[in-house]
């Protein structure tokens, strides 16, 4: 028997997948914030015996659980890490706090960004007062223009330790090129407190954690780090003890936010964070090879957000190399997804004259209106009520009953009566601003990030109220083709076990590849530079043994990020092997930068004149486990007229008006399958909005397609 | 004397006289080659055939859409252009990227700079005026422009702009435009700005408007010819080539918008969006209180030398107008280039309009300044005559915004827009431009990014933000120092929040990001700089809060510092402690903030920072936690906390002693009723008094109010 259990742990569910034998069986249960082991242990019973096999038994089958946590990220907003101390190049102590002038707007909406009247920084993960400097100076060469005192430190150290910080993060300037301070600090507070007493102080060197340019962003890359550190590893410690008590017998892994997953010992607390999203674009990217798309938007609408994610050219994801986590930069290879305040608890207002929608949520309590659960803001949800394609007593599969008559009254008091419309009109136009935003939204994000053409993309809708708008948001994003899945309730989850073993290396490297003035091609550097590839790759060698691969059976690669003479911008160029060799091996390279950059940005905008600088390395190391494919399915007698459930009336915008709209029972459909819009699909988790000009179709794994048939029909 | 002027409101008419001799509503220059004051000064022009009938079609979704989906466009521009280009400047913000209608109105623009909003648009209206139908020039798909003449409607020649037509089926639809401060300029001073320019030829590299590329391409004769104008002429064609393709994708992504949506669609929409600007910005004026209201400011330096000028600027709002009157003002200035001009000056009221006063009306556009009109009495400071030297322009227009902060701030405080009213964000300089080898072996010339952390502000409700970015920009960069060892070629050994530097109040202003620096090493450094406010202030406090303080130039020559350093001395570089300590051997030199290029020896140092905000209220309103969370965060000494604050520490706990404090507190109340006087008699006094007449030589024909004949008007009031 071959079994493991993918976990998503959510805000408000906890989804687990148990893939038993090439099936995939779903188990969903309540969050519980109070211990979210519990939730884990709920939503695992339930998939294992949808699978047929009591958990215990199925724990102790299982080879691989993979669990994707929030704990980091609520302690995170909660403020609740570790008491920590940060030791600084003298000088520079405020260089947290200040954030590059720009951190008390990293991370807002862009109307927040653009209001500085009313600007506030972020709550500091490390109190001012924690914070000291030491005086010591290396510059960009790495030459040391000030040495480091050993008492110097000593004395900052016995500071910290006295205001009683519970470990000490060390960023020296340019550390990430000559590391000899750091590690002089570490060694000094290594030697005064050293780990065999009571009080041993953690002590985290940015050179070690992140080699790389940028002193806000290494330093909030560390703090990070260390903040979650305890309260992460204790929850999965905690976690990992009580499913050995039942009976698994394999390491813990941990989906992480750079599009794999590893072992608990080889992880760090900051990869966790955001897992889940990151997780989903994996999943999407798997599940797109496995039915031959390899451009993927993937979009997920719930209650409260929106979030997308991009998979470009199959297995060639969207890294943000500096994202931004809570209100703070940071620089991990992160596996790009945005969240827009957009979901089915957005609020409608009219503002001056206007409509709008969002960013503001009802959330899931009091919720949209029709909750009746005190909500008196009318939201999308109650807009989708309105215009027929939620049926009140059919919500989640009939488990909530909807008070429609509370939708409609929110829409005309907040919407129809300030604009002048019926309620009718006013759900419309909700429904075509939030459609739109979101829409446009995506389609910034595909041609912001990637300089893709959206319409090179098909997108997948995941969420309860994805596959509702999904058509609509579709159009603003100029795509054509919607994929929903049966399983696309839970698949955070499903997409942890889409994730290989993967383990990344970075550095910052300056290196002249193409001089501008000579216009010669520099062979000086390249055995420093192969050595530190080899470097890297050694350290691969030791993490992917740890994890049971030898290099034969890792997959490495190596990305060079490039620019031209003193730019920032740079542009990631993948080299042939690990090296590079001689005059020729590095023209190869400059032209394989130069054809990209044209690519993105035009020919005229090359300039090899400037010359041809490299600035970065990243190594990743992959081991490949075993995933879910997707297999046809026979109709087994089914057809499209069984399938159907009747009519509702919905409301197609002002040219259809209210239609008698037929509705199918989405698990009902047969594959290979084509209906034509205007038609709804009722299903447990959504529904399966068709409108005009649109139509349905199932294909041979029975994942359903919303696919455009004509333009702006609706 | 008096003239007639277009009726505004009543209360314009009755208390705002204008004289012959003088222009007020435009640039005080006359057409000259590549420049039209008459298009610059335009407003909005008519609507089109086209424009009306996609208007027609549009509903209110269809142009908030539209509004989300340009300005997606142009903010994906921005971060283009801001990660190729290689200028400091534009790295760091000082940009802006547009799209423009195809007569030339800004619609949305990614930003980077608020002022570039409101400028660069009247080349573009040049262009189609008199090149398009000019057989020796004309426009056509793919032409390139190139523009950072500030007589035709720019900043300072530092400010380089390009613009690109938009065709679709061979009519221009729109414009793609991009730019920003790029610095080198071919100048009398690397780097740019030349404070000792006396006329604009002196200042380098000037060009009205002129197609630079087809076909979208650059052409190479011309590249040669402007690459060869400059010292670096390598950054500058690698900024030139970056524009490009910025510009490229704007016009990518607006071609498929058309596309995709119609062209009567797309223009109506943008028409649209000039129009509900308008009509927010008339909405917003009609929720404040009709009135007068005014601020004056005195500013301390001429560029490299000091000397007083005068600045006052009253607010006339009636309705849905409002009139911005700048009168009284001091000359235009010939021995420097501190001179503003008409364009810029309105342009820089628009940093605090679109942050401050109409905030949460997105996207800033031309539409929001339609009921806005500007008076500027020219020929003077703040509108000037076309020979002169513009270099420190920005500087000057900022007097404006300076006043208007205060002036808005009175208009809004009882009006439903309270939480807009706050002291102004510092507006001080101390700006070094650094030229030299860097540590790679690059030519450099340019500021650091620590121009981007000037001091907020302290706000009606809370303090003012610390570091909170460059004063034309609503968000902005201040990079790291780790990137900046890499391109600069001074080394920096402080980049922190100063003690001491800001505005107190019961809210304080903001502290800015200090940078101080040495040159060491082998590497050769020269540093030219700029700024003003040395002696005098003119970051304001707001109702009875301290002013930021000024901030002159400081260099200390010579120094031992990092021998000190090395031996062991642990030595703290903030200014305040530079400043009082002076621990360090070697010249200490407090000087005006601009100075021409003069070349810098290992151990010179270099103190700078672009200024604090000021605070808001008494300071003996201040939480008394507040002030010893400022101690604790070393914004403030204890000497401050005990004197201006009047808060006492418990010498054992150090917690705040109340009782002590409340004694302190009562003392100086005691002592201000003590000094306080009756207005009249203040007024008579302050009348009596006359700075030197050395420092008066630029202030303008009388005193205390530079006046013509006929002008006279009492020095703190209204024509009635």
């Known amino acids: 028997m071959s079994l493991r259990f993918g976990a998503d742990v959510g805000g408000t569910f906890t989804d687990v997948v148990c893939l038993r034998d090439g099936q995939l069986f779903r188990g969903k249960a309540d969050t519980t914030h109070y211990d979210l082991k519990v939730g884990f242990f709920n939503a695992a019973t339930i998939a294992s015996e949808r699978a047929g096999i009591p958990l215990e038994e199925a724990l102790t089958a299982a080879e691989a659980i993979v669990y994707s946590t929030t704990v980091g990220t609520n302690a995170l907003i909660e403020r609740r890490g570790t008491r920590l101390g940060l030791i600084t190049t003298k000088g520079f102590e405020h260089t947290v706090k200040v954030g590059r002038a720009r951190n008390w707007g990293d991370g807002l909406p862009t109307e927040s960004k653009y209001d500085r009247g009313r600007a506030m920084r972020p709550e500091p993960l490390i109190d001012q007062r924690l914070v000291v400097g030491v005086q010591e100076r290396i510059d960009n060469l790495g030459e040391v223009v000030i040495g480091l005192r050993d008492e110097d430190v000593l004395e900052k150290v016995q500071y910290l330790v006295d205001r009683g910080v519970r470990g000490i993060v060390v960023v020296t300037l340019n550390s990430f090129i000559n590391p000899v301070h750091e590690k002089r600090i570490g060694a000094i507070i290594g030697e005064h407190y050293p780990e065999c007493f009571l009080g041993h102080l953690p002590v985290y060197l940015s050179h070690e954690i992140s080699p790389k340019a940028g002193e806000y962003r290494r330093s909030m890359t560390v703090i990070i780090d260390a903040y979650l550190r305890e309260v992460t590893e204790g929850h999965l410690l905690r976690l990992g003890d009580d499913v050995r008590q039942r009976g698994y017998r394999r390491p813990l892994f941990v989906a992480k936010n750079t599009g794999g997953l590893s072992s608990l010992s080889r992880s760090q607390a900051l990869h966790l964070l955001g897992s889940s999203p990151s997780a989903t674009v994996i999943g999407a990217d798997h599940i797109g090879q496995a039915i031959g798309v390899s451009n993927i938007i993937v979009s997920d609408m719930g209650g409260t957000s929106f979030d997308v994610g991009l998979v470009v050219e199959g297995r060639e994801r969207v890294y943000e190399m500096d994202p931004v986590i809570d209100r703070f930069r940071v620089q991990i290879p992160y596996v790009a997804h945005w969240s827009i305040g957009a979901g089915g608890g957005s609020i409608a207002r009219v503002l001056d004259g206007q409509l709008k929608v969002g960013p503001d949520s009802a959330g899931s309590n009091p919720g949209p209106a029709c909750y009746d659960r005190g909500g008196t803001q009318p939201t999308v949800t109650d807009a989708d009520v309105v215009l027929g394609y939620i049926d009140p007593q059919h919500f989640l599969g009939g488990k909530v009953a909807l008070n429609a008559v509370r939708s409609i009254a929110a829409l005309d008091e907040h919407v129809a009566r300030p604009l002048g419309i019926t309620v009718e009109e006013a759900a419309w136009q909700v429904k075509l601003l939030v459609d739109g935003i979101m829409g446009q939204e995506m389609y910034r994000i595909c041609s912001l990030t ?265 | 004397m008096e003239r007639t002027v277009r009726r505004r409101s009543a209360l314009f008419d009755k208390h705002v006289r204008l004289f012959e001799g003088f222009v007020y509503e435009r640039d005080a220059y006359d057409k000259r080659p590549g420049c039209d004051p008459e298009l610059i000064c335009h407003g909005l022009e008519p609507f089109t055939e086209i424009e009306r009938r996609g208007m027609e079609r549009l509903t209110p979704i269809d142009v908030e859409l539209l509004t989300h989906k340009l300005s997606a466009i142009v ?241 006339i709002k009636e309705g849905d107008e409002l009139a ?114 860097n540590r790679r072996g690059y030519l450099s010339m340019n500021y650091t990014g620590a121009a981007n952390a000037g001091g907020g502000g302290a706000r009606y409700d809370m303090d003012g933000e610390n570091a909170l970015g460059f004063y034309w920009g609503p968000w902005t960069d201040a990079g790291e120092i780790e990137e900046q060892d890499d391109r600069m070629p001074q080394l920096a050994l402080a980049r922190q929040l100063d003690t001491n530097f800001h505005g107190y109040g019961k809210y304080r202003g903001g502290t800015p990001l200090l940078e101080v620096s040495v040159f060491q090493g082998h590497h050769e450094c020269s540093m030219s700089s700029w700024g003003s406010c040395d002696k005098i202030t003119m970051n304001f406090g707001l109702f009875g809060g301290y002013a930021g303080p000024p901030n002159p130039r400081f260099v200390i020559r010579d120094t031992d510092l990092l021998e000190q350093i090395r031996a062991g001395k642990d030595l703290n570089l903030g200014q305040y402690a530079l400043l009082t300590e002076r621990g360090l051997k070697g010249e200490y030199i407090l000087s005006s903030s601009s100075k021409d290029t003069e070349v810098f020896h290992d151990g010179d140092v270099v103190v700078a920072s672009v200024g604090a905000g000021g605070g808001y209220g008494d300071v003996l309103d201040r939480e008394p936690a507040l002030v010893l969370r400022d101690l604790h965060e070393k914004l403030i000494t204890k000497d401050v906390a005990e004197k201006i604050y009047g808060v006492a520490l418990d010498p054992e706990t150090q917690l705040v002693d109340e009782a002590e404090t409340e004694r302190l507190r009562s003392a100086i109340r005691k002592t201000r009723l003590e000094l306080g006087r009756p207005f009249d008699a203040f007024i008579a006094d302050w009348l009596c008094q006359k700075p030197d007449p050395e420092i008066l030589e630029h202030y303008g024909a009388s005193y205390p109010e530079p006046q013509v004949p006929g002008y006279a008007k009492p020095f703190w009031g209204l024509y009635d």
């Not at chain 2, 221009?172 to 690397?190: D, F, K, N, R, Y």
Request: negative net charge.
């Open chain 1, 450 to 714: 990637s300089g893709q053409d959206p319409r090179d993309f098909v997108l997948f809708a995941m969420g309860g109220a994805g596959a509702v708008h999904a058509a609509g948001y579709a159009e603003g994003a100029d795509v054509s083709r919607v994929a929903t899945f049966p399983f696309s309730s839970v698949f955070g989850a499903f997409s942890t076990l889409a994730l290989d073993i993967l383990q990344t290396y970075e550095r910052t490297y300056k290196l002249t590849l193409f001089h501008g003035s000579s216009q010669r091609y520099l062979t000086d550097e390249l055995a420093s530079f192969n050595a530190t590839v080899a470097e890297m790759a050694a350290f691969a060698r030791r993490d992917m043994s740890e994890e049971g691969f030898d290099l034969d059976t890792t997959g490495l690669v190596v990305d060079v990020s490039m620019c031209y003479g003193q730019q920032r911008k740079i542009l990631p160029i993948r080299l042939d092997g690990f090296r590079i060799d001689g005059a020729d091996g590095v023209r190869r390279v400059c032209d394989r930068f130069n054809k990209a950059y044209a690519a993105q940005f035009g020919e005229g905008a090359t300039y090899p004149q400037a010359g041809i600088e490299a600035n970065e390395i990243r190594l990743s190391a992959v081991g490949p486990v075993a995933k879910f494919a997707p297999s046809a399915k026979g109709n087994a007698g089914v057809t499209v007229v069984s399938a159907l459930r009747g009519s509702r009336r919905a409301f197609w915008g002002p040219g259809f008006g209210n239609v008698d709209t037929p509705v199918y029972e989405r698990d009902a459909l047969p594959v290979e399958a084509t209906i034509d819009g205007p038609v709804l699909c009722d299903a447990e988790d959504t529904v399966i909005v068709v409108p005009p000009g649109w139509s349905y179709h199932t294909d041979r794994f029975g994942f359903g397609w919303i696919e455009r048939t004509a333009r702006g029909a609706a």
């Open chain 2, 324 to 437: 911005v009157l700048i009168q009284g003002v001091s000359p235009e200035c010939s021995s420097g280039p501190f001179n503003s001009s008409w364009h810029l000056t309105r342009a820089a009221t628009a940093v605090y309009l679109f942050s401050y006063f109409f905030r949460g009306y997105l996207p800033a556009n031309a539409g929001l300044l339609e009921p806005v009109s500007y008076y500027v009495e020219g020929p003077s400071l703040m509108n000037s005559s076309a020979e002169l030297a513009h270099g420190l322009a920005n500087q000057v227009c900022a007097f404006a915004t300076q006043n208007l902060y205060m002036a808005g701030a009175k208009m809004l405080y009882s009006s439903p827009h309270r939480t807009a009213v706050q002291a102004p964000q510092s507006r001080h300089y101390s700006l070094p431009i650094f030229a030299g080898v």
């Open chain 2, 75 to 315: 903010e994906e521009a921005r971060d283009v252009y801001m990660s190729l280009s290689i200028s400091e400047g534009i790295i760091t913000g000082d940009m802006n990227c547009g799209l423009f209608t195809a007569s030339g109105d800004p619609v949305t623009v990614g930003t980077g700079i608020y002022f570039h909003t409101l400028l660069n648009n009247a080349q573009l209206k040049y262009i189609n005026k008199y090149y398009r139908d000019d057989p020796t020039v004309g426009l056509s798909d793919g032409d390139i422009y190139f523009f950072n003449d500030e007589l035709s409607g720019g900043v300072h020649c530092m400010d380089m702009f390009t613009a690109m037509p938009i065709f679709w089926n061979g009519e221009l639809v729109a414009w793609a435009e991009c730019g920003g401060h790029q610095g080198e300029t071919g100048s009398i001073t690397p780097g740019g700005f030349a404070p000792t320019a006396k006329s604009r030829y002196d200042e380098g590299l000037h060009i009205p408007c002129m197609r630079i590329g087809e076909n979208f391409v650059l052409r190479r004769d011309i590249l040669d010819f402007m690459t060869g104008a400059v010292r670096n002429g390598f950054v500058f064609e690698a900024d030139l080539r970056s524009r490009v393709a910025t510009m490229l994708l704007i016009r990518n992504r607006f071609l498929r918008e058309l596309e995709r949506k119609g062209v009567d669609y797309v223009l109506g929409g943008m028409r649209q969006i000039l129009v509900d600007g308008e009509r927010n910005a008339r909405t917003r004026l009609r929720e404040i209180n009709d009135g007068i209201f005014r601020s004056v400011l005195f500013n301390d330096d001429h560029g490299t030398f000091f000397g007083l000028t005068r600045v006052p600027l009253t607010l």
